[in-house]
């Protein structure tokens, strides 16, 4: 029993990585080009999808091309509760990964002492007497989204080897109701199995707060969405892995966000 406790203690404290427990995310305004080739994202974190409230900072924000360049993104305004940008597609027709980059944010740790668990956000607190480390991390977001000029092209899909990832295995500017978004989660290059992947439906309101499916990758880190209904979509992954030498903390509290729309045949 106690062990079941402590483990429901350590879930919940990832699930509050970032922003006091909201969500980031990356959403277009339109997952089309607009106005000669011009695209508009917000950047930001959430409990409503897509409702801003805390503004997605600290990062580059980039993109990639079609032709698999990266490069910054044309304009970034930073607002209170989000990031505005904006960008040309001068690459010309095919498929943009537009992303956030890596945002290292809070520092968590917590300990168990004479019993009782306590946490902190405080990196320089000392843990009391006796105390026993249980979790020592400090939480890294990335948001992505894929936008098309024209039909859809894959250079801009190639995964990064580096960090949490979702790899799209069906085309995201390619997904239709009664088809399924295939995709593989990768962690530093290689694939993650038995990752939980929540999906959310971007309603704008408290019903997007709870998922819509909740997948299992299989022992090739594979899952599949099936697409029942038209909209915009949230994937979320969260996962915990060791930071890099010279980090603040041992481990890094990775979120990552995917968003998506689906459309009716």
Do not use: C
């Not at 006091?20 to 607009?34: D, G, I, N, Q, V």
């Not at 092209?153 to 399924?180: M, R």
Request: aromatic content about 10%; cysteine-free; hydrophobic content about 40%.
């Amino acid at each position: 029993m106690k062990t079941a406790v402590l483990l429901a203690a350590l879930l919940g404290l990832l699930a509050v990585d970032t922003a006091s427990a909201h969500t980031p995310y990356l959403a277009p305004a339109s997952f089309e080009p607009m106005h000669g080739g011009m695209v508009t994202l917000d950047a930001a974190f959430g409990e409503e999808f897509f409702v801003p409230e805390v503004a997605f900072d600290h990062s580059e924000f980039r993109v990639t091309a079609p032709d698999g360049s990266t490069a910054p993104i044309d304009n970034v305004q930073r607002l209170k509760t989000r990031a505005v940008l904006e960008h040309h597609l001068a690459a010309g027709k095919g498929t943009y990964r537009f992303s956030t980059g890596p945002r290292l944010g809070a520092i968590f740790r917590t300990w168990e002492v004479d019993g009782k668990q306590e946490s902190s956000r405080d990196p320089a607190k000392p843990l009391p007497p006796g105390a026993r480390l249980l979790a020592h991390y400090q939480s890294l977001s990335v948001s992505e989204a894929y936008i098309t000029a024209g039909a859809p092209t894959q250079p801009a899909l190639k995964p990064y080897g580096k960090g949490l990832e979702l790899v799209a295995l069906t085309h995201p500017s390619d997904l239709y109701v009664t088809e399924n978004f295939e995709f593989r989660i990768d962690y530093n290059g290689k694939p993650l199995a038995g990752q939980i992947v929540e999906i959310f439906r971007a309603s704008g309101d408290r019903a997007s707060q709870k998922p819509v499916a909740t997948l299992t990758t299989d022992p090739q880190g594979k899952a599949s969405f099936a697409l029942e209904s038209e909209g915009v979509y949230l994937a979320l992954i969260r996962y915990r892995g060791k930071a890099p030498d010279g980090a603040a903390a041992p481990m890094h509290g990775y979120n990552y966000t995917l968003s998506f729309r689906v459309l009716e045949q």
